[in-house]
Nanobody, 117 residues
Framework: QVQLVESGGGLVQPGGSLRLSCAAS????????MGWYRQAPGKQRELVAR???????IYADSVKGRFDISRDNAKNTIYLQMNSLKAEDTAVYYC???????????WGQGTQVTVSS
């Protein structure tokens, strides 16, 4: 099992930036890929970025060039740097394994990101 805690969300103006963090209870990054997901009201949860066990990164088309996923293995932490934010980025952001919920990783509470002027 692994516990995941997201943080760093908040209210930001269009064009602004936020850095989200996801702290894991143990180091699983060497054996499994990790991802950032988001869910907007009335929509399905979607994968926006992932990082493999070897450090390769893959992004959804909607965030390419604006978001960057990274990790700090020593801190058991995954980050999502979000730049040039748009109103369409408003959602609750979650971290989890990729594929989701393997290794006993459960969905947490997520962190709210609101992009509005």
């Amino acid at each position: 099992q692994v516990q995941l805690v997201e943080s760093g969300g908040g209210l930001v103006q269009p064009g602004g930036s936020l850095r989200l963090s996801c702290a894991a209870s143990r180091n699983i990054f060497s054996i499994n890929a990790m991802g950032w997901y988001r869910q907007a009201p009335g929509k399905q949860r979607e994968l926006v970025a992932r990082i493999t066990n070897t450090g390769s990164t893959i992004y959804a088309d909607s965030v390419k060039g604006r978001f960057d996923i990274s990790r700090d293995n020593a801190k058991n932490t995954i980050y999502l740097q979000m730049n040039s934010l748009k109103a369409e980025d408003t959602a609750v952001y979650y971290c989890n394994t990729y594929p989701a919920t393997v290794l006993g990783a459960r969905w947490g509470q997520g962190t709210q990101v609101t992009v509005s002027s």
